[in-house]
């Protein structure tokens, strides 16, 4: 078990250099998405999930891995001002990381980031569906869904 969190930990810290690198436009493209391709979702589920380890295992689908709603918690999480000063201060000030109380969730953590990604072909043919689809819908309807008044989000104008 500690080796799964010193793993852990090394993922971490990698994905929070990573994030430094990330701009707002960049989290806009991918909010915009009304279907991304399931590796996107399943890294930003992923970072949802060591964001908020209390709520992890509501998402366990019945393959074991780990589904969080797009529309519900992830498209909200990248509209959030602080999300990646949240993802650039892992592990907390405190040291003590919060997936230190969940191990199990730990260790599937560790699982979702050693499978293999779905087929290119597969990837690929979601993908030109998500653009296209994104192209359709337009800037407007994007910043609408960032625009509701809720408990934790910054509304845009």
């Known amino acids: 078990l500690p080796a799964v969190h010193e793993r852990v930990a090394e993922i971490l810290q990698q994905a929070s250099r990573d994030v ?6 960049q989290l806009e493209e991918v909010r915009s998405l009304p ?7 399943r890294a930003l589920g992923l970072v949802y999930c060591v964001l908020h380890p209390e709520q ?5 689908a019945q393959n074991g891995s780990l589904e969080v709603p797009w ?9 959030r001002d602080d ?16 997936l230190v109380a969940f191990p199990a969730l730990a260790e599937r953590i560790e699982g979702q980031v050693a499978m293999q990604p779905a087929s ?10 998500s653009t296209a ?13 960032c625009g509701r008044n809720e408990p934790g989000h910054a509304k845009r104008a």
């Open 120 to 129: 290119a072909g597969e990837d690929s043919v979601q993908h030109r569906s």
């Open 56 to 60: 992890a295992a509501s998402f366990e």
């Open 35 to 41: 279907r991304p391709v399931p590796v996107v979702r």
């Open 83 to 98: 999300l990646l000063r949240k993802l650039t201060e892992m592990p907390p000030p405190s040291g003590v990381h919060p």
């Open 133 to 145: 689809s994104t192209a359709s819908v337009g800037k407007t309807k994007s910043k609408e869904s």
């Open 20 to 25: 430094r690198s990330l701009t707002k436009q």
């Open 71 to 79: 529309k519900q918690h992830l498209v909200p999480m990248l509209c």
